[in-house]
């Protein structure tokens, strides 16, 4: 098919609608007060914000955020960060609760039924297009290159896909791709994944992007709506049915990835284990982080909230106020202790002779005199007590906090009331 140029960008005529219901059981205790979208993360935002600044950075002004599992926080931080958007300019933001509009009894059964159940509020917008998206993943896109994309190609449905290693493939839902990256079959967590092509080694994985036209849309969701049998996932049912019965297309994320003069490669991170989310936040206080939050050709926007400036305070030995390689937001106060390669999200207290490294700490925490944490998450809001120390005896950390097997711990607040007096 030729390809064509458009006068107006396809993303104006596209609605974002970004599934943000997923639970996120991996981050174990992370989650129990927050869905897995709503998880800080950089120092400042929630994971939510990267697919939502993604849309608003790509032309889209029409977003339906779609939330279930414990959604209050993500609701009131939407409600705070993402009301800029107005009608009177033809933008809109939408949220979106399983409130059982379509029986009593149903919640939203999978990430199609979760479309599903708003398609009148879509239809009220009639927008061409609709770009689906996973509100849990943290990367930087283009959506207008994949619009483009699928209207040049004359797809049913595009999927946007990551090329990874074939070994890694296995934990993914991999697409097998003709020469022309039209998909011939989806494949979920094969044993032996199908490589790509032209790049022996290597294999499609889904990203769960996917772009369709509104109507086309609608037709199959009222197909599947009806369908006994199906599970109501776009992943499981609806993408294999296209690809069987319709024209289904990869759109590989080298295309639209958004990098910066200073990311060499394209970045996309599945935060869902501990020991991935600290990974991610921690490599953020490298001198030249694979994830460059201070590109402000492709800002990541979020709730600001009004914090004083952080300031460091104390200057005599044994008791120095000091930062390295590290991230430090507003409202934090380092009071007399070292902090070495970590990142404080806004509002942490770091009292005096103490010393953290290695550690990834969320808003409100206080941390008391002498305290000497190592390879940690803490919670936020956590009160850590005077002289605790975590990240140097393993049994001990294990026995009183959730250890993973890299050593990383994380700490919560009803684990600190659980220490003994």
């Known amino acids: 098919m030729d390809r064509v140029t458009y006068s107006t960008p396809l993303a104006r005529s596209a609605m974002a609608y970004v599934l943000a219901g997923g639970r996120g059981s991996r981050l174990m205790e992370l989650t129990e007060r927050r869905a897995k979208p709503a998880v800080y993360f950089g120092g400042k935002s929630r994971i939510v914000d990267f697919a939502l600044s993604n849309a608003l950075n790509s032309g889209i002004r ?4 779609a939330t279930q599992y414990k959604a209050h926080s993500l609701i009131r931080h939407l409600q705070r960060g993402w009301n800029f958007l107005q009608p009177v300019r033809n933008e809109s933001f939408d949220i979106l609760p399983a ?3 379509v029986a009593e009894d149903q919640w939203y059964a999978g990430t199609a039924d979760a479309v599903y159940q708003n398609i009148d509020i879509i239809d009220g917008y009639a927008p061409e297009y609709l770009v689906i998206l996973a509100g849990d993943h943290v990367y930087k896109m283009d959506y207008e290159r994949m619009l483009v994309q699928h209207v040049n190609d004359g797809a ?3 999927v946007a896909c990551l090329e990874v290693p074939a070994a890694e493939a296995t934990a993914f839902g991999v697409m097998h791709v003709d020469a022309a990256d039209r998909i011939v079959a989806f494949v979920e967590k094969p044993e032996v994944p199908p490589e790509m092509p032209d790049r022996p080694g290597f294999a499609l994985a889904s990203m769960g992007i996917y772009v369709f036209r509104r109507e086309f849309l609608n037709e199959q969701l009222k197909r599947d709506a009806a369908d006994p049998h199906s599970r109501r996932d776009f992943g499981r049912d609806v993408i294999p049915y296209l690809v069987r019965h319709g024209k289904a297309v990869a759109h590989r994320f080298a295309r639209s990835c958004v990098r910066s003069a200073d990311e060499s490669e394209s970045y996309w991170r599945d935060v869902g284990t501990l020991d991935a989310y600290w990974e991610a936040n921690i490599d953020l206080t490298d001198v030249v982080p694979a994830l460059d939050l201070y590109d ?10 009004i914090t004083p400036p952080a300031k460091f305070v104390h200057d005599v030995d044994g008791r120095r106020g000091t930062g390295v390689s590290s991230l430090v937001s507003g409202g934090c ?3 007399g202790s070292t902090l070495r390669r970590s990142l404080l999200f806004t509002n942490v207290h770091l009292h005096s002779y103490g010393q953290v490294e290695n550690a990834v700490i969320m808003p409100g925490v206080d941390i008391a005199r002498g305290a000497r944490l190592a390879n940690v998450i803490v919670d936020a809001d956590v009160r850590i007590p005077a002289g605790l120390v975590v990240g140097e005896d393993p049994e001990a950390d294990a026995a009183r906090f959730r250890r993973t097997e890299r050593g990383i711990c994380l700490i919560t607040q009803p684990m600190i009331d659980r220490l003994p007096a």
């Open 333 to 335: 106060i380092v009071s």
């Open 296 to 305: 402000r050709n492709w800002p990541v926007w979020s709730y600001a909230e």
């Open 156 to 158: 049913d449905v595009t």
């Open 99 to 101: 409130s059982q509009r």
């Open 62 to 65: 029409r977003i339906a955020v």
